[in-house]
């Protein structure tokens, strides 16, 4: 299938700070595409490139074959955006907002904007100062969506929505994908990626350090079972389990924590075999997965440059 985002060693710096690196990637039409990467990687600025919200300094971005730069205007046309920080008149209210993009576009379906407004459950009544994060969050959402594009693009588009909105959200994208339209996804959450995406880009201080199938991501996903026990526990017991990758000794033995790579059902039932006090599961920030996954793959390189 042919391309309709592609980038081409793209580069972009802020005075002495290189923001992206030699940045290549393509996706094809009809992909929901995962820009993945902890903040400050690159994400939003590749992404303003691609909005012509900035230009880059070399390397070519063109959706649809149109230069990103050179042919903004035509490129909006097809375009539905959602920004990381919205920034809209505080003195509108939702409704008024909505009308506003609605006119600009030359009108929408009326029917599927209704829709929108009752899926996220949105007051169109309300001045966009007196929204909350989630609520500002779902009048973007809804003003990317409402006209259908061809594409979309969505840096951080679920910042501020609470765990029934995301879900709506996972909804919407499903949806556009199943009428064979792309969505190109910025995000910082591994979790959120994974439900929503057929393939990912990493990126990694300004560099594309990975290309993909979701099922990479498995590569890199570590997550934490801390478990307190009654009595003290030998960590060796757990340690060759699948799963875990890992394990920590606390408290005197009585509590262990266990670095997972994999399915828990082995942990659970060996668990079961002691007396429980406590269980708790933490996924960790892209940003502590990177430095675990690459401080591994930097280390040689930091140590040759030594010798």
């Not at 539905?80 to 920034?87: A, I, K, L």
Request: glycine share 10%.
């Amino acid at each position: 299938m042919a391309a309709i985002i592609e980038v081409e060693k793209l580069n972009k710096s802020y005075g002495g700070k290189r923001a992206v690196l030699d940045v290549s990637f393509s996706v094809p039409e009809g992909e929901v595409f995962g820009f993945l990467g902890p903040n400050g990687a690159g994400k939003t600025t590749t992404i303003r490139i691609l909005m012509a919200l900035i230009r880059a300094d070399s390397g070519a971005a063109r959706i649809a074959g149109l230069d990103c730069w050179r042919q903004s205007v035509e490129i909006k046309r097809f375009i539905g955006y959602v920004p990381g920080e919205p920034s809209l008149d505080p003195n509108l209210t939702g409704g008024q907002i909505l009308e506003y993009f609605a006119r600009l576009r030359g009108g929408v379906d009326q029917a599927y904007l209704t829709r929108l407004i009752d899926t996220f459950e949105l007051d169109t009544s309300r001045k966009f100062r007196q929204y909350s994060t989630g609520n500002k969050r779902k009048v973007v959402l809804i003003q990317a969506f409402m006209h259908r594009p061809r594409v979309l693009i969505l840096d951080e588009p679920t910042s501020g929505l609470d765990p029934l909105n995301q879900q709506q959200f996972d909804g919407l994208v499903r949806e556009a994908r199943d009428e064979g339209r792309t969505v190109f996804l910025s995000s910082h959450v591994l979790s959120e990626v994974e439900k929503t995406c057929t393939r990912v880009g990493i990126i990694r201080e300004g560099r594309l350090v990975r290309v993909g199938g979701v099922a990479e991501l498995k590569d890199i996903k570590r997550y934490e079972i801390s478990i307190v026990f009654g009595e003290p526990v030998a960590a060796e017991s757990f340690a060759l389990l699948d799963g875990v990758a890992s394990v920590e000794t606390l408290n005197n033995g009585s509590g262990l924590r266990l670095h997972m790579q994999g399915p828990a059902d082995a942990v659970i039932k060996a668990a079961a075999q002691h007396q429980v006090v406590s269980l708790a599961s933490y996924e960790p920030s892209l940003e502590d997965i990177f430095l675990r996954y690459y401080e591994s793959e930097d280390k040689p390189a930091r140590e040759a440059a030594r010798v």
